[in-house]
């Protein structure tokens, strides 16, 4: 059986944790959307059905490059990391790729309801503090 330490038995001399020689790095940033696309196809996973859709499918091969496509052009429309984007869009295989695409670019996704009145969309917009 272990011994158990409390405070009537700690040495004050002997109270401080060990700090290792050499400290552990910060892991790389993740980004979601290469880890749930690109990941898969590095690991040969490429050929496999990714997202099946009324009328097709792609596969991570096909998902990872119009995921790319489209985080180059958010990028090149001036969206930064963190900045918030509304994605006024049907509930369709676009607006998932959108969704993966905008993550891909740092940037957070705010997708939205087509349904939603002027009045409700501008309530969204402001809550979310979305700007592009």
């Known amino acids: 059986m272990a011994d158990v330490v409390s ?15 050499s400290a552990p790095q ?3 940033a993740f980004n979601a959307a290469a880890h ?3 990941a898969r196809v590095e ?47 049907p509930d369709d295989v676009e607006l998932f790729t959108a969704i993966l695409a905008t993550l891909w670019a740092g940037a957070v996704a705010v997708p939205c309801s087509t349904m939603l009145t002027g009045r409700e969309l501008a309530v969204l917009v402001l809550d979310s503090r979305a700007t592009t």
């Open 26 to 28: 910060a892991p790389e």
């Open 43 to 89: 690991a040969g996973d490429g050929h496999r059905t990714a997202v099946r859709f009324p009328g097709g499918s792609l596969t991570y091969a096909a998902l990872t490059d119009r995921v790319r496509l489209v985080a180059g052009a958010l990028r090149r429309a001036g969206v930064r990391p963190e900045q918030r984007v509304l994605l006024v869009m």
């Open 7 to 21: 405070v009537d038995n700690v040495d004050p001399a002997h109270t401080t944790v060990p700090v290792p020689r």
């Open 36 to 38: 749930l696309t690109a």
